[in-house]
């Protein structure tokens, strides 16, 4: 409405993150037992209508971002429509050098407002890439997105390597795996372990999945979309801190933070 009424300022967003409780509209089933409906998940991930928000909300910055991921074993020939959230007016999309056509953005619908669709793509394993034109109709930025294989390494990717010696201060460390080719594998499920050493503790762990019923004080948990995070506190003294993932199977992931004055 924002866009269209000079009256209105804003808009406002139930809610920002999914939190424990409310579990909308599966109140009744069993283990949900958090919310759906955050822009980000439970771990504080973000989810894909967060890249709808941003396209809106980030005037500045390039959004650009396809789904779904494209690791849909079984479903070969199958019609999979793709979406992509930009704010870019038009795109290509290709599948595996094949073009899928241009949509362009148009007021028919909310849904064909704030996104391209692509509704009768079908399924084949390989790559998905889109190709984003600017107003005058030249390319100016591309996707792609590309079906990953086995599961083969973790990775850690922190939100800041250096931390607070107080005691309370934390590092938010998403851990995910990928394939031998670096590609993320968004539908593993493994069971990783965690373990800090060093100047620091292990705080906390989430995966954002809203049936899980693991612990998030426990030094281990099960990947949800391929994805978790792990909370890593400061100890009062200054120094390095350690952090291992562990996976079945899965070569390991080392992760070194500091911590100061």
Known sequence: MQDDKPWVIGEFVWTGFDYLGEPTPYDDSWPS??????????????????????SRWNTSDETLHILPHWNWKGR????????????????????????????????ATPQNRYRLMWMDVKYEPGTL???????????????????????????????RKTIKADGKDLSYVTVSVVD?????????????????????????????????????????????SGKLVVTVQSKTQVGAIQLKVTGKGLKRGDLNLNSVN
Do not use: W
Not at 83 to 102: C, D, Q
Not at 131 to 153: I, L, M, Q, R
Not at 181 to 189: Q, Y
């Open 129 to 159: 890439k889109v190709v984003a034109f600017d107003k005058e109709g030249k390319p100016v930025a591309e996707k792609e997105v590309k079906t990953a294989g086995k599961p083969y390494k973790i990775v850690l990717n922190p939100d």
């Open 180 to 224: 031998k080719n670096g590609i993320e594998c968004p539908t593993a499920t493994d069971q990783l372990k965690f373990k800090v050493t060093g100047n620091g503790t292990f705080r906390a762990a989430c995966n954002g999945d809203a049936t899980s019923l693991e612990l998030f004080h426990l030094p281990t948990m099960k990947l949800f």
């Open 33 to 54: 037992r958090s919310s759906y409906f955050g822009i980000n998940d439970l771990a504080g991930l973000p989810k894909d209508r967060y890249y709808l928000y941003r």
């Open 76 to 107: 070969e020939g199958e019609t999979t429509p793709v979406f992509v959230y930009t704010n870019y007016e038009s795109a290509e999309l290709f599948v595996n050098g094949k073009s899928m056509g241009i949509q362009k953005k148009n007021h």
